[in-house]
C-alpha cells in the first residue's frame, strides 16, 4: 500500500486513467482489521490527495466517513503536548 501511495509522485498520469482499478484496494485497505494496513493506506491516500485531486475528490463519499471513523491511539491533547514540546 504504501510502494503505491509513494508511486503516484512519478507516474501520476499513468495513474489518472487507472484509478478506478486501484480504488477497490483501497477501500479494502481503509477498512481492514489490521492497524497497520489502515495507516499505509492512509499514507497512500494521503499521496493519492495530492497528485491525483481530481480523482481524490469523486471518492469523499467513502474517504470523509472512513477517516472520520478512525480514533487517534492516544487522546489528541496529549499528543499535541508531546509533539510541540520542543517548540515551547
Known sequence: MLALGVSVEGCSEFMTP???????????????GDASVRKATCVAVSCLCEWLEDECVIKHKVLLPVS????????????????TEPYR
Not at 70 to 83: A, K
Request: aromatic letters at 16%.
Open 68 to 83: 472520520i471513523s478512525f480514533r487517534p491511539i492516544e487522546p489528541f491533547s496529549q499528543s499535541f503536548l508531546v509533539h
Open 18 to 32: 487507472r484509478m478506478n482499478e486501484v480504488w477497490p484496494f483501497i477501500e479494502a485497505g481503509l477498512q481492514d
